[in-house]
T-cell receptor, first 113, second 109 residues
């Protein structure tokens, strides 16, 4: 089984809808991250969490919110989806006690019509 | 975090070594050099990292110049499955990673 899983893998939705993307990990890592990737570009950090009680904004947090329900779960929400949030979304985890090697999930492809 | 500069693309023949360059002239003394790769829309995969010394693992070798202003990732025997976007990232240990556009490596048969 994969160490970092994301659900759903693909989602098509309409403008104005609320969407939640979920991430779970079995690596026992404290740190979790959400990134988005637009076609032909690198990854941009949306939010990150260094432990269950810690949530931090990344480069592009506007229009997004997160919830760290447990060490193993980190959810990303789009309260009112808009077309320019159409992108590939990745969750990642890392161990606070080692040099920051991040392990990524398979991604969620989100399309907002 | 220091900024990195990579060529947009390169190619190499299957079975030959692929040498991927990266410039990071503003790197500070306690920043690490990381390399990740992303195979066609999959999640990025960690390859290797280093601080000052050259490093080698089962995937690749990392050569860092003595002044630490540039580095080279070496895939010793490239295969078609190594075709991917490779990201060179400079960051403090236990800090956030900033992904640029990376370099697209195409391995030709």
């Amino acid at each position: 089984d994969a160490d970092v899983t994301q659900t759903p893998r693909n989602r098509i939705t309409k403008t104005g809808k609320r969407i939640m993307l979920e991430c779970s990990q079995t690596k026992g890592h404290d740190r979790m991250y959400w990134y988005r990737q637009d076609p032909g570009l690198g990854l941009q950090l949306i939010y990150y969490s260094f432990d269950v009680k810690d949530i931090n904004k990344g480069e592009i947090s506007d229009g997004y919110s997160v919830s760290r329900q447990a060490q193993a779960k980190f959810s990303l929400s789009l309260e009112s989806a808009i077309p320019n949030q159409t992108a590939l979304y990745f969750c990642a985890t890392s161990d606070a006690w080692t040099v920051d090697t991040q392990y990524f999930g398979p991604g969620t492809r989100l399309t907002v019509l | 975090d220091a900024k990195t500069t990579q060529p947009p693309s390169m190619d190499c023949a299957e079975g030959r070594a692929a040498n991927l360059p990266c410039n990071h002239s503003t790197i500070s003394g306690n920043e690490y050099v990381y390399w990740y790769r992303q195979i066609h829309s999959q999640g990025p995969q960690y390859i290797i990292h280093g601080l000052k010394n050259n490093e080698t693992n089962e995937m690749a070798s990392l050569i860092i110049t003595e002044d630490r202003k540039s580095s080279t990732l070496i895939l010793p025997h490239a295969t078609l499955r190594d075709t991917a976007v490779y990201y060179c990232i400079v960051s403090l240990s236990n800090s956030k990673l900033t992904f640029g556009k990376g370099i697209t490596l195409s391995v030709r048969p």
